[in-house]
């Protein structure tokens, strides 16, 4: 049988995105950069005296026409690099009280696609190997003493990524697990697409 597989990759090549070395090959438009001025209505308030901010958006869409998706993957902040990071980067994920989706998301920049494996970028299943915790989904009360215990259980140098409108903002539904300016950096989005997540872990490497 393994045979049978590696004939199948022999013949049908090589599928992983050259990104973000490369322009995405099928970037989606929900979610990406938005791209208007006027006032409409925002359930989250994401658009406010004709500013957008990607931290609170849901791309709920009822701020069409006035705003559009550009295709723009690079909705994200980075407020702090770890360059000792580059030859490996190490990811603990943490739900504090997502829907799912955003688990979703970030599994996916394993996939063959888009293989963040090649980029030196890994999954751990524990903190104390972690360089950086990733936070999905709104604060809930059994997840507080969570988050600080595997905050505390990183080693130095370490990173706290926000990933989603509801761990950045609390979205729709609730509260962020924490303040805005404790996250290291921000990935907008509901869910936020692979690229988004792939350019931002790069990014928060300072590659």
Known sequence: MSNF????????GRKTEKFPLAPPEEPPLWPSYLDGNAEPYC????????????????????????????GKQG?????????????????????SGACGACNV?????????????RLNIFM????????????????????????????????????????????????IIGKSPMEREQYHVEIAGCPPSPYTILEALSRARGV
């Open 5 to 12: 597989w590696f004939g199948e990759g022999l013949r049908k």
């Open 43 to 70: 359930p989250t308030e994401a658009i406010k005296e004709g500013m957008w901010d990607p931290g609170r958006c849901i791309f709920c869409r009822l701020c069409e026409p006035q705003y559009k998706p550009t």
């Open 75 to 95: 909705i994200f902040q980075v407020r702090k690099t770890q360059p000792l990071l580059k030859k490996s980067f190490y990811i603990y994920k943490l739900d």
């Open 105 to 117: 998301e970030l599994g996916t920049i394993f996939d063959p696609q888009y293989d963040a494996n």
């Open 124 to 171: 751990t299943n524990t903190p104390r190997h972690a360089d950086a915790i990733v936070v999905m989904g709104v604060q809930t009360e059994r997840m507080k003493e969570a988050l600080k215990n595997a905050y505390e259980a990183m080693p130095e140098p370490k990173l706290i990524i926000s990933l989603g409108a509801c761990a950045i903002s609390g979205g």
